[in-house]
Structure formats: structure tokens, C-alpha cells
């Protein structure tokens, strides 16, 4: 059963990448450990990563 009230949970990077969370703290979480393993100097702050997520 989807979990709405979780908000945003999806995210997919302009590289390809899909990246998915079990809520939005969680999506933050893994968007940035990929930014900063995959895309150095491309940091994204909550809003804008969530901006970006759907
Ligand atoms: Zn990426």
C-alpha cells in the first residue's frame, strides 16, 4: 500500500540514476550521498532536491 502522506520518495537524476526513499528525510539522505559520490561540487540543499522529487 503507497504511503502518500510520506511525501516525495522518488528521484531521478539527470545522469540516469534512479533514487528511491522510504520517505523524504531518507531520499534527501541517499540523493546527497549520491551527489557527492557521483557529481562532486554539484551540492543540492533539501528544498531543491525535493524541488526535483516526486
Ligand atoms: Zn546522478
Known sequence: MRR???GKT?????CGEYI???DEADLI???QAHLAEFHPG???TP???LF???
Open 4 to 6: 502518500e502522506a510520506a
Open 52 to 54: 526535483i522529487a516526486y
Open 20 to 22: 528511491r526513499g522510504t
Open 10 to 14: 522518488r528521484l531521478n537524476c539527470p
Open 29 to 31: 539522505a541517499k540523493t
Open 42 to 44: 554539484h551540492d543540492y
Open 47 to 49: 528544498d531543491e532536491i
